[in-house]
Each structure stands twice: as structure tokens, then as C-alpha cells.
């Protein structure tokens, strides 16, 4: 349903700044202009729903609540090779992403117990820039985000395990 959705908006919106654009532009009689709106409309709509929202699911993701707050930040996550956008969160006893709104696509939430946690490493993301931040946990998984005050979350992670002992 949200695929459908998307792509009517994008071809709807599509065919009106066309429209309007080719009304205001061009010398051209109502039923050329009538027909460029009616295709493209159907055309953008098609495209749209195959192509670029072909990946979304219409399954709706709810994030939990989030209590006790100690620490948060702008993040990205890497999921696939991707760096998606969206909040990171330290509570009292996990490290949670949440994607933002503006990744309908790749939504999903990244839940990591502190408890789990082995290794806080610093990374370099594409090799030069110094804010990426690498968590290691006890099953093998490894984590990748993106922060800015890196030093920071490192450190109030530490900090909150030392304190969960």
C-alpha cells in the first residue's frame, strides 16, 4: 500500500509542475497539454512503483519506546553496506538506532545490549574521515555508525557498562 501511495504522489506531482511548466512555457493547445499531464502521470507512476519503491515493504516497523535517555545523537548505521540515517541512543542499558523518517526504504531499528558489548573501536569512514565507531559484541557481530564527538560516545559507553558491573 505504501509503494502504491508513494508512487501516485510522485506521478501526480510530476504531472502538475510539468503541466504547469509547459503551460506557462510553451504555445501549445489544451489537448497536447492534456495528454503530456494524463502519460506522464502514468508513466512516473509505473516507473515509480516498479523501480524506486519497488524495495519497500508494507510491513510497518514500530520502534520502541525509549526511557531513561543518558546520551543521543545524529547517527548512520550501516545496514548492507549502506550508511542509513536516523538518532542513536544510549540508555541505561542498551545502545539503540533508530532510522528517521526520511528512510521509508531502509527503516529498521539496531538494538545492541551494553552487556554484549567487547569492543568500542574508532574507524575511519571512506578510509579518511575520522567519525566512524565500530561495536564488537560477545556472539560476533559488528556494528558500524557514524557519529559525530565519537571520543564521547566511546566514553559514556564505557561508562555505563562500568557502571552496569
Known amino acids: ?8 504522489v510522485l506521478g501526480l506531482s510530476t ?5 504547469l511548466y509547459i503551460s506557462y512555457k510553451g504555445k501549445y493547445n489544451f489537448n497536447v497539454i492534456l495528454f503530456t499531464a ?36 545524529r547517527a548512520n548505521h550501516y545496514l548492507n553496506g549502506i550508511a542509513v540515517g536516523g538518532n542513536l541512543y544510549l ?8 532510522t528517521n ?13 551494553l552487556k554484549d558489548v567487547t569492543l568500542i573501536e574508532f574507524e575511519k569512514t571512506l578510509g579518511m574521515v575520522n567519525n566512524g565507531l565500530l561495536i564488537r559484541t560477545e556472539n560476533g557481530l559488528k556494528e558500524q555508525f557514524v557519529v559525530t564527538n565519537r571520543e564521547q560516545w566511546k566514553n559514556e559507553i564505557e561508562k555505563k557498562q562500568k557502571i552496569g558491573l
Open 38 to 73: 494524463v502519460f506522464m502521470f502514468i508513466f512516473i507512476t509505473l516507473i515509480s512503483y516498479f523501480k524506486m519503491f519497488a524495495h519497500i515493504n508494507n510491513k510497518e516497523i514500530n520502534f520502541q519506546e525509549l526511557k531513561n535517555i543518558i546520551y543521543s545523537g
Open 101 to 113: 523518517i526520511l528512510n521509508f526504504i531502509q527503516k529498521h531499528e539496531c538494538i545492541i545490549n
Open 1 to 8: 500500500m505504501k509503494r502504491l501511495k508513494y508512487s501516485l
Open 91 to 98: 540508555t541505561d542499558n542498551q545502545l539503540i538506532f533508530q
Open 15 to 19: 504531472s502538475i509542475f510539468l503541466t
